[in-house]
């Protein structure tokens, strides 16, 4: 099940330079609507319904957080940047640009605006072959035919044929050059949202913290003195065992792999945690642990400020986390900071996402790509 949405987009320009108009089109979709995950061969396709000059048509794949709704607000204003007036007038006309939601999940939506799936698509070759190109595993929640069958079964026999190749936005974004990448940051920080939409827009393995499991960390919020050293030592007893295990089933030469953690996260909180003597213990069993683990080619440190951690904790709602005081994340994030200096063997980057929403503003996503992809 994927966190993000998976919509299809149709797109399609008979105005001005068409590849031009698609280009631009698919450019700012990626930068303010979603992820274009996979592009479409170019196609070519008389005017339909009209009678005007041929159309260029193509189809994308997209990633996104946003509602349906918003989808179909965004790529209005798409539209309209690239010089598209929608008239009110019923018919088919001639357009700069045209992108339509085909769909939506595989849900089905009927409302004033939305009609997902796009009702006329079983009807239309030039919505259909480039579909067909995302080679999704996508069925009509109506019909329940696949692409391929509705291909076999419309009644259109337009001649669309494909003329070339459009470019990729995420063609410049290599991360799968990375085998395995591990993303850390501080309580509320953002690492699992960021590690799983990677993970998705990237097809690579995904390995989460079973942080839910420990329980130990409701009594350790309640009294912090009693349960920190045996919370430690269980964490570190489960993430060797998690990550032994989720990395023992890929190959860390072949997979491209994506985890919300590092082992060493365990010394961090355990510094600030524990008492002197206890930690001393901790940390002789940890740096026997640490030898055995393998390291990621690229760790990702996610810095956030106190302030915001705070706000993001209380959004999550998660009731043990409720208490949590700042000083305790200042000291978390200065731990993770001292430590890191001391890492000369690791390959560390760390990405200042205080004034960042990675969730909710795609180019903040893109900054964050942007910014993994420079270190390679």
């Given amino acids: 099940m994927h966190s993000q949405n998976q919509v299809v987009l149709s797109l399609g320009s008979n105005q001005g330079n068409r590849l ?7 450019a700012l979709i990626h930068k303010t609507t979603g992820t274009v995950i996979q592009v479409s061969h170019l196609y ?16 994308l794949l997209l990633h996104t957080r ?34 339509d939601i085909v769909s939506f999940n595989e849900k089905v939506m009927e409302t004033e605006v939305l009609h997902i799936p796009h009702p006329q698509m079983e009807n239309r070759l030039f919505v259909l072959l480039p579909v067909r190109d995302l080679q999704s595993n996508w069925v009509h929640p109506k019909s329940g035919k696949s692409i391929t069958e509705l291909i076999t079964s419309t009644t259109d026999k337009s001649d669309c044929k494909i003329v070339g190749k459009l470019e990729h936005p995420l063609e410049k974004i290599t991360l799968q050059q990375y085998n395995y990448i591990a993303i850390e940051g501080n309580i509320g920080a953002g690492k699992t949202t960021l590690s799983t939409t990677i993970s998705e827009d990237f097809n690579a393995k995904l390995v989460l913290e079973r942080f839910a499991d420990n329980p130990f960390l409701p009594k350790f919020y309640k009294d912090q003195n009693r349960y920190a050293f045996p919370l430690e030592m269980s964490f570190l007893a489960d993430r060797y065992q998690q990550l032994s295990d989720d990395l023992a089933q890929f190959d860390l ?3 491209f792999i994506v985890a919300d953690y590092h082992i060493f996260k365990s010394l961090i909180f355990a510094k600030v945690t524990l008492a002197e003597d206890e930690y ?29 951690l705070l706000h993001q904790i209380k959004q999550r709602g998660r009731s043990y986390e409720q208490e949590i005081p700042a000083e305790y994340l200042e000291k978390i994030n200065q731990g993770y900071l001292d430590y890191i200096k001391t890492q000369f063997d690791l390959n560390v980057l760390i990405i200042d996402v205080s004034d960042m929403d990675f969730v909710n503003r795609q180019e903040d996503y ?3 790509l942007e910014r993994i992809q420079a270190k390679i």
Avoid at 46 to 58: I, K, R, V
Avoid at 69 to 98: F, H, M, P, S
Avoid at 283 to 294: C, G, L, Q, S, V
């Fill in 253 to 255: 030469f072949k997979d």
């Fill in 280 to 308: 001393r213990l901790y940390k002789t069993m940890f740096d026997i642990i640490y030898k055995e683990m393998p390291k990621p080619d690229l760790y990702i440190y996610l810095y956030q400020n106190t302030e915001r």
């Fill in 44 to 59: 070519e396709t008389p005017s339909w319904g009209f009678e005007s000059d041929a159309f260029y048509n193509c189809a």
């Fill in 20 to 26: 031009e108009n698609l280009q631009a089109a698919i």
């Fill in 66 to 99: 946003l509602s349906a709704q918003k989808v179909l607000e965004e790529i209005l204003v798409v539209e309209k940047k690239l010089g598209r007036i929608r008239n009110e007038g019923n018919g088919y006309q001639a357009r700069i640009i045209d992108v």
């Fill in 366 to 368: 893109l900054t964050i």
